[in-house]
């Protein structure tokens, strides 16, 4: 009786033991059963568009959720079939306003969706009445961006918003457990990790990514930089499993090894556009798919060995993907997506094209400064002829081999062989005239005048002959008028010459003449054709209520033949004509090439036409060579600045054509509304762009800054807006710091004393991220010369970079 006794018990644990392990297995296999899944490529179209997607456990269903729409659609042979529309009522509330959804993969019958309310809503698919709502979370106070299940914990649910804050919420309970403050203006993504049951990763908008461990809320346990703007999205590796992929703003996928003491960029891929999804391709270690926020409608599979051209891509979308899931996770072919098209489609990976064939293998670029890079097929690269190698030995060499193909990866085998030309020392393609002219340039704060004519000599100084012009004719065209008090002397130099009519006023000139000879108020107008070279009279006929305007000859004259004019000439001439009060009619449109008039011959005897000059000489409107009076301006002796428009947008455009971007762009800001409205807005923003990147590769951070607040462009303007909050935690507590000041609430301890000095810090103030000590930034920099301890004596191996 008693060995029975001992021994049923045993029994008993050994049979439950067992059935555990038969349960486990059966739920293993079904979760792994992935022959039955077969399909083709289909799409259905929806409501309304998607945000996003999730998948089922046994990859039968799928939920499609949006700001109009959420519904399951059962996965057929045939296509989609929908199942179930969760949006019930007559007026259904924000609540079913889904900014992400997820399907437990546990729990089959539970869904968690993010409301662009903030709530976070659970949903029970068993419920048996319409209505399929089971818990309602509202503790967020912006839009929930993100909402991820544990792995392994049926009622754990983690959610990011907004607001800047994380929240885990226990299924059981009616609040969140635990509440995560990422210091930042908001959280883009969250996911638990695979490898370790209490970590998770968080993006977040200012570029960082931080990790958690969901025991210790108060304080994350890493973070890094991983993007130089926000970070939209992150995705664990399912095999790798210290492998984190993150996307964002700038346009790169980048994978970082987690494993290691410090975290370590292992790979990064180049799209083109802003990453908006990441997801690792099931049963496939080097591949992951992508899909982009704007502009490119695409979904991208890339091999992150090869980050600079897709695997594969899927072409089906005609707008923004917004969701992008694998079907089943052990299966690596078939591929489900929404998007803002209100389409739904599921990807067979054997119908996606393949961009690599029609890559092509030949490439040529130009380096930062004037190295020249070429790649081309080996069987091209055979001679040497006019290859100039570098002093430090032959750097020609191939960047792409032959290589075993892998069955995984039937990525085509390309061959390519690269050659580097070094640009010679000193040589006209070196980059230093562009630094020293972006340093030299000034771009406001004087009057336009002044800006011209300081750019001209700054880029006269380095040679830059035809920029230096440039200016000079740009302050003539736009510059105001002269000043008429000027000095008449100055508009006759000693050679004789003048200068252009539009170049200095007359007005006072004119008035000295009229006091010398008032009694010749009325002249003969063939008086003033043959007395043309000793005639000193310059004044305004009856009637004229304007200024005079003056037509000068290409003829030398003597200053002695301008002014020895005598009056004694004048009792030989002719009968004087009177002039009628509206002096000059115009008989014709005023042409740019008018022909001659009828030729008027000079009489014999005046003193300066000979005897033969005086049988050929004929006056045209532009080749006499004196002064004439007009009663009248016909025109105004200064163009207008719009007239003048055309010829600089054209200007502008060949020198950004020529590549000179940095002339494009500082002619821009220094004329500003005068051509900026005459050049398109998408233009402007190109040349922008280019020539703040080229400030930036240079390290120019200074011009670059006023380069963009100088911009009128909306797009460039935002550059200087984003991410402009700065959280700070106190270095002595490690709480956050409030608004108010630099004096923590809570130690009463000043936040910004070097670490070095210890004195308050009231200029530029570098700190560590790891530690968060920091100093005045010379202290800082000679103190990690000699070592990479903290100063702080915490014990961090700080790095300034």
């Known amino acids: 009786m008693s060995l029975s006794s001992t021994c049923w018990p045993e029994k008993e644990l050994h049979l439950s033991h067992l059935l555990f392990l038969c349960i486990l297995q059966l739920e293993m296999e079904k979760m792994t059963k992935v022959s039955t899944i077969s399909g083709r490529t289909m799409f259905c179209h929806l409501d309304a568009p998607a945000n996003a997607i999730s998948v089922c456990r046994d990859a039968s269903q799928v939920v499609v959720a949006g700001r109009n729409i959420f519904k ?140 958690w461990d969901i025991r210790r809320p108060d304080r994350y346990e890493r973070m890094f930089t991983a993007h130089t703007g926000p970070v939209f999205c992150c995705d664990w590796h399912p095999e790798d499993r210290g492998w984190l992929a993150t996307g964002g703003r700038d346009k790169m996928v980048k994978v970082w090894d987690m494993s290691t003491n410090r975290v370590k960029e292992i790979y990064c891929v180049q799209t083109i556009a802003s990453v908006a999804r990441v997801k690792w391709r099931p049963e496939q270690r080097y591949h992951l798919a992508t899909c982009s926020m704007m502009v490119d409608h695409n979904i991208y599979v890339w091999d992150v060995r090869r980050p600079f051209i897709p695997f594969a891509t899927f072409e089906e979308h005609k707008d923004v993907t917004t969701g992008i899931v694998w079907r089943h996770q052990h299966d690596p072919c078939f591929l489900l997506s929404g998007s803002k098209d209100s389409t739904l489609y599921q990807h067979m990976f054997k119908d996606a094209s393949r961009p690599v064939d029609r890559a092509n293998p030949e490439g040529l670029c130009f380096g930062l400064f004037g190295d020249l890079a070429f790649a081309a097929k080996e069987s091209l690269m055979t001679g040497d002829v006019g290859r100039k190698t570098y002093p430090g030995g032959d750097r020609r060499y191939p960047i792409f081999f032959f290589k075993k193909p892998d069955v995984t990866a039937q990525f085509a085998q390309v061959s390519s062989a690269l050659s580097v030309f070094e640009s010679e020392a000193g040589s006209s393609v070196g980059m230093d005239w562009f630094i020293n002219t972006a340093q030299s340039y000034l771009l406001s704060g004087k009057p336009f005048a002044e800006l011209c004519e300081h750019n001209a000599q700054v880029a006269k100084k380095l040679n830059r002959l035809q920029e230096s012009t440039t200016w000079t004719m740009l302050r003539i065209m736009f510059s105001e008028p002269a000043n008429p008090s000027l000095s008449t002397n100055h508009n006759l130099n000693k050679s004789g010459n003048l200068p252009l009519v539009n170049s200095f006023s007359m007005k006072e000139m004119s008035a000295a003449l009229n006091e010398r000879n008032k009694e010749n108020r009325q002249d003969n107008i063939h008086s003033l054709e043959t007395n043309l070279n000793n005639n000193d009279e310059n004044e305004e006929t009856e009637g004229s209520e304007g200024q005079a305007e003056y037509l000068f000859g290409d003829a030398e004259l003597d200053d002695d033949d301008l002014y020895s004019m005598e009056h004694d000439n004048q009792a ?57 009076s007009v009663s009248q301006l016909l025109f105004s002796p200064h163009l207008p600045p719009k007239f003048f428009c055309p010829i600089v947008k054209e200007m502008l455009c060949y020198y950004a054509e020529q590549g000179d971007v940095q002339m494009a762009v500082s002619v821009l800001i220094v004329l500003g509304d005068r051509i900026r409205k005459e050049i398109d807005e998408l233009m402007q923003e190109h040349w922008y762009m280019s020539y703040i990147d080229l400030l930036q590769r240079f390290e120019l951070w200074n011009v670059s800054n006023e380069v963009i607040k100088l911009s009128t462009c909306g797009a460039i303007m935002c550059l200087n807006q984003a991410s402009t909050t700065l959280h700070i935690n106190c270095s002595n507590c490690k709480r956050p710091m409030s608004n108010k000041g630099w004096i923590c609430d809570r130690c009463h301890q000043c936040a910004s004393v070097c670490a070095v000095c210890h004195h308050v810090v009231k200029g530029l103030f570098v700190w560590c991220q790891g530690c968060s000590h920091g100093g005045h930034l010379e202290h800082v920099m000679e103190w990690l010369k000699q070592s990479k301890h903290c100063p702080a004596g915490c014990g961090h191996l700080c790095e300034y970079t």
Request: proline share 6%; hydrophobic share 35%; aromatic share 8%.
């Open 72 to 211: 399951i659609y059962g996965l057929e042979e045939d296509g989609f079939v929908e199942r179930l529309n969760l949006r019930v009522g007559r007026k259904p509330s924000l609540n079913f306003s889904c900014a992400d959804v997820m399907w437990h993969q546990m729990e089959e019958n539970l869904l968690a969706t993010a409301a662009t309310n903030g709530a976070v809503v659970t949903w029970n698919l068993a419920r048996p009445c319409r209505n399929k709502q089971e818990q309602l979370f509202t503790e967020h106070k912006r839009t929930v961006n993100k909402v991820c299940f544990h792995p392994t914990e049926v009622n754990m649910l983690l959610s990011g918003s907004q607001d800047g804050f994380m929240k885990c919420f226990d299924l059981r309970k009616k609040e969140s457990v635990s509440t995560f403050s990422g210091q930042s203006e908001s959280v883009r993504d969250v996911q638990f990790s695979m490898k370790d049951y209490f970590t998770f990763a968080a993006s977040f908008e200012n570029g960082n990514v931080q990790l």
């Open 572 to 628: 030989a001439e002719e009968p004087e004509y009177l002039l009628p009060q509206e002096a000059f009619p115009l008989r014709h449109e005023i042409m740019d090439h008018p022909s001659a008039p009828e030729p008027v011959q000079e009489k014999p005897e005046s003193p300066h036409v000979s005897g033969s000059e005086a049988e050929n000489t004929c006056l045209t409107p532009m080749e006499s060579i004196s002064l004439i």
